[in-house]
């Protein structure tokens, strides 16, 4: 909550009228706290095989439009992402069948689609909810914020 802080200033105005505010520290600590914080996601790491067949795509896609590839060399690179994509989505769907049997941990995820090793997934797991745990306190304090604003600082 801010207030507005009525003592004069340099040029003989108020500051509460001139528009200026003085904001209690406490009102500061979780923004602070918050940046503080480590990094809370590591880079997540993507599937390698999808990461290569995107920089391929890319190269093949450039050196094509330039004239520097042939017709075939474009198709067999385009049929070569296809696969890969056609690959990704066989893993996707015998992960979600395995979800649905409940034969996965919430971990599995990422040790299926980005390599992570045990520890790594868990580690993600517990900054991830770390993250949400902060988001949702930043949220009911500005929401508190928001409404004590509608109820006090009106008709001014």
Do not use: W
């Not at 296809?82 to 049997?101: I, T, W």
């Amino acid at each position: 909550m801010s207030y507005t802080l009525n003592s004069p200033t340099s040029n003989g105005i108020a500051s509460g009228q001139s528009g200026r505010y003085f904001v209690p520290p406490e009102a500061f600590q979780s923004a602070i706290a918050t940046h503080q914080q480590p990094p809370t996601r590591k880079d997540i790491r993507g599937d390698k095989k999808l990461a290569q067949c995107d920089i391929e795509f890319e190269a093949i896609s450039a050196a094509y439009f330039r004239g520097q590839a042939t017709a075939a060399e474009f198709d067999a690179a385009m049929q070569r992402v296809a696969e890969a994509g056609r690959a990704y989505d066989r893993r996707v769907a015998d992960f979600q069948s395995r979800d649905q049997a409940g034969k996965t941990k919430l971990s599995d995820y990422f040790k299926e689609f980005y390599g992570y090793t045990d520890e790594e997934a868990e580690e993600h797991l517990r900054q991830g909810a770390r993250s949400t745990e902060i988001r949702m306190a930043n949220q009911a304090r500005n929401q508190s914020r928001v409404q004590q604003r509608s109820t006090f600082g009106r008709g001014h």
